[in-house]
C-alpha cells in the first residue's frame, strides 16, 4: 500500500482542521446572510473557497472576466469538485448542480449555502419545472454555473453538452419581463500543471473526480500533493435572444470550450505563484 511522505499527512491534517474552524465560524454567518441580505450573500463563499484553493494548494490563473451584462448564465466543462472552488473563488456565484448532492453530509448544507439550485437531470419529465427555477435566478441578477457536461470527465477530453438546462434562458425570455436577451459566457477549466511542470495525459485524472469516485480520499490526495495548476479561461459571450435555439447555443457554447481546452492543454501558460492572476 503506498505511503505518502510525512511533511504531506502533516499538512494534510493541518489543512482540514483549518478548513473544519472555518467552516464552523462562517456557516452561521452565511446562514445570517441568506436570510437577511447582510453581509452580502456571495461573499462567505468566495472568501471560503479562496481558503479552500490555498489550503489544497490550487494556483488559478484567470485569463478575461465573466461578462457584466445580466442576466448571466455562465457554462463551463466539468472535471473535479475542485472546478466550484476555482470559479467561487473569481467572482460571487450560484451553481447548478446534481440533487444527490443536498443530502451529502456537510457538502449538501455547504451546496445550499451558496444558493444551488438542484436538478434532477435524469428525469426528463421535470426538466421543464428546473429550467423555470433557474430562469428565476437568473432573473433576479444571480449569475449561476452550469457544468453543461452533466458529471465529471477525466480532465483529457470533454463529454458531449447537455442542452436541456439551457432552456432556463428560453424561460427566462418568456416570462414577459422585457428581457431582450440572456446572455450566455462560455468558460473553460483545465488543470496544467503538477508543481511546476505541465502535466501530460497520464498525471491529468490527479486533478478529476470521476463518477462514483470516493470524495474524502481524493480531497485528501489533493492536500497531500498539493502545487497545482488550473487555468480559467472566460470566453466571448454568446446572446441567447427571443427565439433562440437551445440546441444552437449549446453547440456554440460546446465548440468555443473545446477548442479552448485543446489549446490549453497543448500550451500551458507558465506557473506562477499562488493566488495569482493574470488577464
Given at each position: 500500500?503506498?505511503t ?26 452565511q446562514m445570517?446572510?441568506?436570510?437577511t ?53 473569481i ?13 451529502w453530509?456537510?457538502f ?21 419545472e428546473?429550467?423555470s ?82 470524495l ?13 495548476d ?40 507558465p506557473s ?5 492572476t493574470?488577464?
Open positions: 500500500m503506498a505518502h511522505p510525512l511533511p504531506g499527512r502533516i499538512r494534510a491534517s493541518l489543512a482540514i482542521a483549518a478548513v473544519a474552524c472555518t467552516t464552523l465560524v462562517g456557516i452561521p454567518i445570517l446572510a441568506v436570510k441580505g447582510f453581509p452580502p450573500p456571495g461573499l462567505i463563499p468566495r472568501l471560503w473557497h479562496r481558503m479552500a484553493l490555498k489550503l489544497l494548494g490550487i494556483r488559478v490563473h484567470v485569463h478575461g472576466r465573466p461578462e457584466q451584462a445580466r442576466p448571466l448564465m455562465i457554462v463551463a466543462n466539468h472535471v473535479s469538485w475542485s472546478d466550484i472552488c476555482v470559479l467561487g473563488a467572482a460571487e456565484l450560484s451553481f447548478v448542480a446534481k440533487s444527490d448532492m443536498a443530502g453530509p456537510l449538501g448544507l455547504l451546496a445550499k449555502l451558496q444558493r444551488t439550485v438542484f436538478v434532477e437531470r435524469e428525469r426528463r419529465r421535470k426538466s421543464g428546473q429550467a427555477a433557474l430562469a428565476r435566478r437568473l432573473e433576479a441578477g444571480d449569475v449561476m454555473v452550469l457544468f453543461a457536461e452533466g458529471t465529471t470527465s477525466d480532465g483529457n477530453v470533454m463529454l458531449p453538452f447537455k442542452s436541456t438546462l439551457f432552456g432556463a434562458a428560453q424561460h427566462a425570455l418568456g416570462n414577459g419581463d422585457g428581457l431582450e436577451r440572456v446572455v450566455i459566457q462560455p468558460v473553460t477549466i483545465a488543470y496544467t500543471r503538477l508543481h511546476g511542470m505541465p502535466m501530460g495525459r497520464q498525471h491529468r485524472p490527479h486533478a478529476a473526480w470521476i463518477g462514483d469516485s470516493d474524502v480520499p481524493h480531497i485528501g490526495s489533493l492536500i497531500t500533493e498539493g502545487g497545482m488550473a487555468e480559467v479561461h472566460f470566453g466571448e459571450p454568446i446572446a441567447f435572444e427571443p427565439g433562440g435555439d437551445r440546441k444552437r447555443i449549446s453547440r456554440a457554447a460546446e465548440e468555443q470550450i473545446r477548442r479552448k481546452l485543446a489549446d490549453v492543454l497543448r500550451n500551458p501558460a506562477k505563484h499562488a493566488g495569482s493574470s488577464r
